[in-house]
């Protein structure tokens, strides 16, 4: 008597690496994006708000 065929489903294993690799891709973009938030927050905080008040000073007499 013959056995029944035995199908190995490489559908789900390919699914599965994909959500996997779209994950770990989603993940590395959210962390950079909070790199480059937490860089502007710092660039952010070295300018002083009141240097361009006196730099372009008009002196008219």
Do not use: H
Not at 5 to 32: H, N, Y
Request: proline share 2%; aromatic share 6%; charged share 30%.
């Amino acid at each position: 008597m013959l056995k029944p065929a035995r199908v190995i489903s490489t559908f789900s294993a390919t699914q599965s690496d994909f959500a996997l690799t779209q994950k770990a891709r989603v993940a590395a973009m959210a962390k950079a994006e909070s790199d480059r938030a937490q860089k502007r927050q710092d660039n952010d905080a070295r300018i002083d708000v009141n240097a361009g008040k006196w730099r372009y000073v008009c002196q008219r007499d």
